[in-house]
């Protein structure tokens, strides 16, 4: 320290918030008799313009070299006075705050003692003060690109976003085909839209964006650095199909020798397609795909005397040989938008879905009701389906009259872990007994349902229209469901009449919820994710920072965050997407001050910091200690965020903090405890 301290301390009334408790005239009394303070003062709104510039008059006119201020917590208001040091041309770092607002009048009631606390709170931050040390941000330089995984609505929306701004996009989408949840859905509540209608330009766009790179079929293996610096590696896997000679025209799929006999993932079991495929007929890119673990070529090594599709594909578009590619990149900003799973209806055996044919779940129905679909928009039930195990030829279909939906599957149910509720299941089931009742007139639909959750833009008035138009709404929640004769029973109980029920039905549709995806521990991994209690990934504040996570430049988009519908899925990767801009535009982002260092010179290289450290900041490294070459650890200021985990593990406490260090601490426990 080269300047002698000259203390400013400020205590705030914070209107009555610290005054009604702690009497503020006594405790800036008190602080203007401490050592090394100049000027002591009080006021009734320190962040306010006039409080901010009373500091700033003082630091120029008393020739203040520190402040300190005593109000709320400084995750309300350090950065506002670090700004306001910095105006009056102090190094932002030598303030100090007193939280005698949360951690005082908050917490007490007594007023004389209160006040007491809030002296011993601020001549702590007084003795800290006087040991503080200028500190200086540091600026790096930012990658003009950004990664986003997930090619759903929410990354393609992203994607979109970002490209149109100017910058480079790479897509990374694991199937064949963007498009997501969505390119499975008929309409759309509440104003039902075809969702193709909708999503196709969007996939198209996206496909030929000259910013985006649209990397399908693809995963993300490795992620290192940091915020404007993250190096990317990517596999592409093989998909047996040159990319530049594939026309799309379908004719190996009809030639495949397993054609309709594989289940489609895209059609939900309710269709089947060839070994290699075309995911959905506006797949983006058109472009077809050797399924490896069906394949009987690849599998088996033969098939036939030679494989039809090589043989039926004329521009040579067929190549057994193609290998997994690995692709490098460097981005500014990673945006996660891996989406979710529905409800494996198969966890509530209690509902017969492995049993009967007749038990579907609702994204099982946005199939059958697709014009695009297996059954052309019928609604045909094939008997033999599952369970019954009957031969194909023996297979029957029907069409169903007696229609039950149940509600909440797999949602608001602890019994599966799932407390939360998917926000979507209510209007879907809603937009699905509509799009029934338009193709069966005289069917009789009904809903099972603990709540109606009709809370978005238009929902209220569509759920009274489909009433309106004889869906039945029962309150209830089904405990079983079991086969008499050729009919599904409903068993139940009426819970606004508190009467049994037993409903006779054709067709049961489970309205399964949206959960994390079961894969979502890769990215996790990847990324170091945090979830949160529900397991979807977790936001770096829920109001505040809704599209953040605790790692800087890394978003969230859509549903991989937590259920939601295609209006407010799009509205969160446009604040992704502009939250990612923010540092590409600006080219370059500065990083923190207040992080670890080591001492190179008493590091023991026991590496439980590197074990410790939740941002992967730190490494050990090997250096030359008077000639003898020893492990140290090294910490990757970009990375480090402050958080002090380190410093706490560290046994030779060779590991410190910036403006946390044990000498600017310890004599502020030793005032606390003194006093
Ligand atoms: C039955 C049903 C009906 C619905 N009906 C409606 C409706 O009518 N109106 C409405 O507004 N909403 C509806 N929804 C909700 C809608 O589906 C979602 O809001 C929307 O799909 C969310 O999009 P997303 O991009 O977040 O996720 P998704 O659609 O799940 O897309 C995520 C994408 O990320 C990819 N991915 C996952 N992990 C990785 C990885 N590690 N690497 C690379 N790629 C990865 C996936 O393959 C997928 O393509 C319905 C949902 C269901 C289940």
Redesign the pocket.
Known sequence: MNNKPKIGVYVCHCGINIAKTVDVDAVAEFASHLPNVKVSREYSYMCSDPGQLLIKEDIKNEGLNRVVVASCSPRMHELTFRKTLAEAELNPYYLEMANIREQCSWVHEDREKATEKAKKLVAAAVYKARLLEPLQENEVGVEPATLI????????QAALDIANAGFKVYL????PS?????SQ?D???PTLDC?ACILTPKMVDVGSHPNIELLTY???EDISGYIGNFDIKVRKKARYVDMDKCTGCGICAEECRLTGRISSEYEVGMGNRAAIYLPFPQAVPAKYTIDPERCLFLTRGKCGKSPKCVDACAPGAIDFEQKDEIVEFKVGAIIV????D?FDASRKPEFGYNDYENVI???EL?RLVAASGPTEGNIIIGKGRKGEKKKKKDRETFTPKEIAFISCVGSRDETVGNEYCSR?CC??TA?LAHLLLEKIPDANVRVYYMDVRAFGKGFEEFYDRVRREGVRYIRGNPSEVFKRGDKLVIKAENTLTSTPIEDEVDLVVLA?G?EP?Q?AR??IDLLRLSQSGDRFFMEAHPKLAPVDTATDGVFL????QGP??????VAQAKGAASSALGPLSSGKVMIQAQIAHVDEATCRGCGFCVETCPYTAIELVTVNRVGHMVSVAKVNEALCKGCGACTAACLSGSIQQRSFMDEQILPQIAVLGGM
Do not use: N
């Not at 995984?149 to 393609?156: D, F, L, Q, R, T």
């Not at 990374?172 to 199937?175: F, L, S």
């Not at 988009?557 to 991989?560: Q, T």
């Open positions: 995984i997930g090619g759903g609505i929410a990354g393609i990374v989408e694991k199937t963007v498009g997501g949840r969505m859905l309409k759309t509540f969702s693809s995963e993300v938008a891996t989406g979710f529905v779940t609702s994204l946005e979507v209007m879907y937009k399964v949206l995806r894969d890769e990215v988009a859509g549903c991989s939601k519908d295609i209006p407010d899925t």
